[in-house]
């Protein structure tokens, strides 16, 4: 499994942009990066996944350079409900079973 | 439909003692996976079930750790002799079998707080 590195915590208020970024330089060929998110008292949720170039969906967008090496979640306009641990996951696909989930990143939303 | 389900949600023990913890996941995923979050860790895995059958145990700590599922439904982790640093979260998460093209998302349940006195 590819390993990641990604911020500890991050601050931020709300109706700001958060971006995160998570460096993942040992990136396999067949790996797909892959964001959770998890709120207090509950498990991960699936957010976005992506295996180039750009990835939007309802609740963020996720950036992937050319060379893979590193991907930034984009998550628009917070608000308090968005404090929460995200975790960045690189994997194979067909054998991604073994989520490798890091400390993540604890985004902090303030008013 | 319904999401996966754990019990109980908070499960305090003696140290010594066996626990059991049960998992009910989605309807018609046939892929369950058992982790163990410490207070402010990330997640560790533990085991992986495909069917009724756990081609990967490699994380399980200890030998006092097992767990089964049967009917390829509702799986249970045992922890015999529990110790204190047992004490975690243990989260259930599963996920449709097979495909290709993409990650098979991981549905996680609420998880069961271990707390081992």
């Known amino acids: 499994l590819a390993k990641t590195t990604q911020p500890i915590s991050m601050d931020s208020y709300e109706g700001q942009e958060v971006n995160i970024t998570c460096s993942h330089n040992?990136?396999?060929?067949?790996?797909?990066i892959t964001w959770y998110q998890q709120f207090p008292s509950q498990g991960p949720r699936f957010i976005i996944q992506?295996?180039?170039t750009k990835v939007t969906n309802e609740v963020a967008s996720l950036f992937i350079p050319a060379d893979r090496k590193s991907s930034t979640l984009s998550l628009p306009r917070v608000s308090l409900s968005d404090t929460a641990v995200y975790y960045c996951l690189v994997g194979a696909v067909g054998n991604d079973y073994k989520l490798s989930f890091g400390a993540g990143t604890t985004v902090t939303v303030r008013a | 439909g319904a999401g996966v389900s754990q019990s109980p949600s908070n499960k305090v023990t003696e140290k010594g003692k066996d626990v059991e913890l049960r998992c009910d996941p989605i309807s018609g995923h046939t892929a369950l996976y058992w982790y163990r979050q410490s207070l402010g860790q990330g997640l560790e895995f533990l085991i992986y079930?495909?069917?009724?059958?756990?081609?990967?145990k490699s994380g399980l700590p200890s030998d006092r750790f097992s767990a089964e599922r049967t009917g390829g439904s509702v799986s249970t982790l045992t922890i015999q002799r529990t110790q204190q640093e047992d004490s975690a979260v243990y989260l259930c998460?599963?996920?449709?079998?097979?495909?290709?093209?993409?990650?098979?998302?991981?549905?996680f349940g609420p998880g069961t707080r271990l707390t081992v006195l």
């Open positions: 998460a599963s996920s449709k079998a097979g495909g290709t093209g993409t990650h098979n998302e991981q549905f």
């Open positions: 040992n990136i396999a060929t067949n790996d797909y």
């Open positions: 079930f495909q069917g009724n059958s756990a081609p990967d």
């Open positions: 992506g295996y180039k």
